[in-house]
């Protein structure tokens, strides 16, 4: 059976040699978008200059040593764009609940689930199983 699947699928996951002029695969599995990734920032650092990457390393011990800063910062800019896009926000919100409520409630009823099955199974600090 595994024979007829990769006959049924010409394509051989090895893009940077493949047979084929366009990519005929609709899908992409997580290890080529890792894969991707990593690439991006191989090409990203080779690409720097040296000021580039003194200023990059400079920004980093920065952010490294002011974080409260950064994070203050970090916290008005995000207030400042909720505040300013809040309605396009919560349309956007509302329109994505709407179209996956099932998935969202059946979630959520098997967070309540684990979560019920989590505190039935709390011990005290003697390992004994604690009655609520």
Request: hydrophobic share 25%; charged share 40%.
């Amino acid at each position: 059976m595994e024979a007829q699947k990769e006959r049924s699928d010409p394509c051989n996951r090895d893009c940077f040699h493949c047979i084929f002029s366009d990519c005929i695969t609709d899908t992409v599995t997580s290890e080529e978008i890792a894969f991707a990734r990593e690439l991006d920032l191989v090409a990203i650092s080779q690409r720097q200059t040296p000021i580039q990457k003194r200023r990059a390393e400079a920004q980093r011990r920065y952010r490294s040593g002011h974080r409260e800063h950064v994070r203050k910062k970090q916290r008005a800019r995000n207030k400042a764009y909720y505040s300013e896009k809040r309605d396009k926000i919560l349309d956007r919100m509302g329109r994505y609940y709407a179209e996956n409520r099932e998935e969202i409630n059946r979630r959520r009823r098997e967070r309540a689930k684990e979560k019920r099955a989590a505190a039935k199974q709390k011990t005290d600090c003697n390992g004994a199983v604690a009655s609520q």
